[in-house]
């Protein structure tokens, strides 16, 4: 008798998972949902209002880092490798965007303007990538690497 039961209370169950039967659900307060997006840890991978934002670019090397005054005033070609670089992603040298091209989404390379440096010395390699159109809270886009230096003797 109870196998009956048991069978007849499985074989219910599985009309009611059938397709064309209706599923109940619990109603969410859309409150609930928004306060969810704006508060959670890590909201740019789960945010659907976040979906314009660009990772914060990150330097890991330079394919020089000491270079002659005379390679500067022959227009030195500089590879910068690191990690997510973007299309808008810009190379930065003592505070002077430079034009950048990018290779891959690990490597930018700029050719060192003749007038950028007047002698020998250092300066400050960094990477810029323009933060997207995501203005909502919690999304965070773009942003400044680290320096690296570049000695020039």
């Not at 009309?15 to 890590?42: D, K, M, R, T, Y």
């Not at 299309?87 to 303007?113: A, E, M, R």
């Amino acid at each position: 008798m109870y196998q009956a039961a048991f069978a007849k209370n499985l074989a219910r169950r599985g009309a009611e998972s059938q397709p064309g039967n209706q599923v109940h659900s619990v109603p969410w307060s859309p409150w609930a949902i928004v306060l969810a997006l704006v508060f959670l840890p890590g909201c740019n991978s789960l945010n659907p209002l976040c979906g314009s934002s660009r990772p914060a670019p990150v330097i890991g090397s330079l394919s020089a880092s000491t270079i002659t005054f005379a390679q500067v005033q022959q227009g030195f070609l500089l590879t910068v490798s690191g990690k997510k670089f973007v299309s808008s992603s810009v190379v930065i040298i003592n505070g002077t965007t430079l034009t950048t091209t990018v290779q891959s989404s690990q490597q930018l390379q700029v050719t060192i303007p003749i007038d950028l440096f007047s002698g020998p010395g250092t300066a400050n390699v960094t990477i810029n990538t323009p933060s997207g159109n995501s203005g909502y809270l919690g999304c965070s886009s773009g942003g400044t690497s680290s320096s690296l230096t570049l000695t020039i003797t």
